[in-house]
């Protein structure tokens, strides 16, 4: 028999119809990825590391999973894109920038990876799995950014343990 894990994702969309985006996504993720026992209200932001007109509806949600946590990215990413997230709205982190560049002194300097953000429909991170940590090249848990970003905390702690 499969354990269950707990998992907090957290949701955000400014494209489009926003709330009725992480109500669809919430959906999809309840019959895809797991139960969904809470969900925080929704808050809206400013964009978060990069400039645009478009306000972000936000929350997080918490659910039960049989699944590893690459499956549930996986299954989140397959939600993302049928909720019409497409690759020009991907996070891009420039890989080239972040290898070793060769200086003048023949040397190397690491070069540190910025992330490209840009308007999309829906976003869905993982936050949280249990109390697992995962550094994997394109799975970070706990998601290193989240303690930033209040836009992830407040929702985040309206329904963590309660």
């Keep these: 028999m ?3 894990h707990q998992v907090y994702l ?7 119809d926003r709330e009725n985006h992480i109500r669809k996504a919430v959906e999809l993720i309840g ?16 964009p978060w590391g990069f400039q645009s007109e478009n306000r972000f509806l936000n929350c997080v949600i918490l659910c039960t ?10 299954k989140t990413q397959a ?8 690759r020009k709205h991907a996070t891009r982190r420039f890989p080239h920038a972040c290898a070793p560049v060769a200086t003048s002194s023949r040397e190397s ?3 540190p990876c910025f992330p490209h953000y840009s308007d ?9 799995y249990d109390d697992l940590q995962v550094d994997e090249p ?8 989240m303690q930033e970003r209040d836009f992830v905390m407040i929702p985040l702690r309206e329904i963590k343990d309660n």
Excluded: W, Y
């Excluded at 999973?65 to 996986?74: A, I, N």
């Excluded at 939600?79 to 497409?86: D, H, S, V």
């Excluded at 799975?139 to 950014?145: G, N, R, S, V, Y």
């Design 79 to 86: 939600i993302e894109q049928e909720l019409g997230k497409r």
């Design 120 to 128: 999309r429909p829906i976003d869905i991170d993982i936050l949280l």
């Design 138 to 145: 394109n799975l970070k848990i706990p998601h290193p950014l």
């Design 109 to 111: 300097s690491a070069t």
């Design 10 to 16: 957290g949701l955000g969309s400014n494209l489009g």
């Design 2 to 4: 499969s354990m269950l």
């Design 31 to 46: 019959k895809r990825v797991g139960t969904v026992l809470r969900q925080s209200s929704l808050i809206e932001t400013e």
């Design 65 to 74: 999973t049989k699944l590893t946590p690459q499956q549930v990215l996986e």
